[in-house]
T-cell receptor, first 114, second 113 residues
Framework: DAGITQSPRHKVTETGTPVTLRCHQT?????MYWYRQDPGHGLRLIHY???????DKGEVSDGYSVSRSKTEDFLLTLESATSSQTSVYFC?????????????FGPGTRLTVL | GDSVTQMEGPVTLSEEAFLTINCTYT??????LFWYVQYPGEGLQLLLK?????DKGSNKGFEATYRKETTSFHLEKGSVQVSDSAVYFC????????????FGTGTRLTVIP
């Protein structure tokens, strides 16, 4: 258990509203990631962070922003939600313990944009 | 760029059958390779990993060997159980600064008694 929690676990919102998803970790991992999971695509990287206030874009970053003001929290914001952002969102941390760069995932947030 | 191609599903097997899920990859350098498993309604769990050519990752009766010559990392299990029913994802770790994971599309396995 990598001590990762996500909130909320489920959310239904309307098109055009802002939404913020939270990822919280308890083990001081430097690297944190946001992925989205969609049928036929596996998981795709949205944004990642390599330290407090240090973030960068991933493969599918359009329409999303992130912030990391504390080591333990990584926030994903949809400034104006669209139906195409209906998805399951997973946060992950990268373990520094091994050579494999393995990642451990939170339980996910299911977001529905109507 | 980096990518993973995974066997399409769904796969349905009888209990105690042999399982193979094919995975091939394209990558620069020498990525680490992973299999993750997702049970219904849950997040992804790391099943096994391999960091270099000819490494064999194993866990819970599952195995996969890092084959550089065929750029493959096929998942196998000799005798599946109903409890193995899940979605399986092959992934590689990017060698760029993000070290993010690239995933295959997932293979849904259903094991029937």
């Amino acid at each position: 258990d990598a001590g990762i929690t996500q909130s909320p676990r489920h959310k239904v919102t309307e098109t055009g509203t802002p939404v913020t998803l939270r990822c919280h970790q308890t083990e001081n991992h430097r690297y944190m990631y946001w992925y989205r999971q969609d049928p036929g695509h596996g998981l795709r990287l949205i944004h990642y962070s390599y330290g407090v206030k240090d973030t960068d874009k991933g493969e599918v970053s359009d329409g999303y922003s992130v912030s990391r003001s504390k080591t333990e929290d990584f926030l994903l914001t949809l400034e104006s939600a669209t139906s195409s952002q209906t998805s399951v969102y997973f946060c992950a941390i990268r373990s520094a313990a091994g050579a494999a760069n393995e990642q451990f995932f939170g339980p996910g947030t299911r977001l529905t944009v109507l | 760029g980096d990518s993973v191609t995974q066997m399409e599903g769904p796969v349905t097997l009888s209990e105690e059958a042999f399982l193979t899920i094919n995975c091939t990859y394209t990558a620069t350098g020498y990525p680490s390779l992973f299999w993750y498993v997702q049970y219904p309604g849950e997040g992804l769990q790391l099943l096994l990993k391999a960091t270099k050519a000819d490494d064999k990752g194993s866990n819970k009766g599952f195995e996969a060997t890092y084959r550089k010559e065929t750029t493959s990392f096929h998942l196998e299990k000799g005798s599946v159980q109903v409890s193995d029913s899940a979605v399986y994802f092959c992934a590689l770790s990017s060698q760029t600064g993000a070290n993010n994971l690239f995933f295959g599309t997932g293979t849904r396995l259903t094991v029937i008694p």
